[in-house]
């Protein structure tokens, strides 16, 4: 392709992971070349366009122009085109967005594709409770006679392996999988780095290292959802809703047990009732996963203050 290719050439990673729902940055520059130069006379435009193939249907195939005040893709060039930078945030992406992107730029009646720098976008699902994920762990190996120690704030710790990079290099990695858990939701996974020094021997000073921390965000139904009495004043009580969810819940359904069975009463996370209306209450926490219903709370007079 670089053998006949006449546009422009982006560096820009070859492909892109990312989780649907979530912001993306792809970072990107680009060169000129002899038919086009790009310069402040005149303001270029930044294009993207999806094909699994390059294909020539152009305009249709554009999901992105700088220029534009509307675009099919929820995309903004962050990047400065005068200085080369066609960086690109692309918001709210979603699996059905998987697929090869070529960046193109248009000066006024000149436009140049760089058709031989597509970037591949690979946007997976949400990651939910329960779903089996691989934590991996991998620092650069400058000397693979001596490797760096790798920990992971899990355990146990997994078995360490070295890599040879394509450019020579190596890299020390270690992986463990896990089954998410509500618990872990907002947790913290620290991966360690320490590197020998003095030929591999150690002594009293610590060793030079480094650390990167990773926090754990899924979704998952609402949990540990409870129901109880917050606080009275006068001939009433409130009470109140409470529980670990992720989307957060989107309505709080509040119950009364009755003798036909259980009464829908009011929604919210708080709920008045005087204290003359005795009985048997619970709630139920509902969002975008699922719902939970609370243990019973049993409200009589004599709780009144």
Known sequence: CQ?????????????????????????????????MKVDGKRKPS?????????????????????????????MKMIGDLSEKNCTTVFSNIHPSHTDRYFFSIENGLLRSFAVCDPVLLIIKGVV??????????????????????LALNLQPNPHRQMERNTDGTFTTTIQQNITLSYRYDGYNIICSARYPVNGGKHNNKPDKGAMAKFTLFFSYAPKETSASISSSEDNWVKLHCSCRANPPVRVFTWFKNSTNGAMKVAEGENYGVQVTEEGIYYCAATNDVGSQTSPEIHLSVNQKG
């Open 3 to 35: 053998s006949t290719h006449k546009g422009i050439n982006i560096i820009a990673p070859k492909h892109i992971n990312a989780l649907s729902g979530s912001c993306l940055l792809i970072p990107c520059s680009f060169t000129d070349h002899k038919e």
């Open 46 to 74: 930044g294009i993207w366009i999806r094909s699994t193939v390059w294909v020539t249907s152009y305009p249709r195939l554009v999901v992105y122009n700088s220029s534009w005040s509307k675009n099919k893709y929820e």
């Open 128 to 149: 939910k409770e329960n779903n089996s994920v691989t934590v991996t762990c991998s620092a650069l190996t400058p000397c693979p006679y001596s490797p760096p120690q």
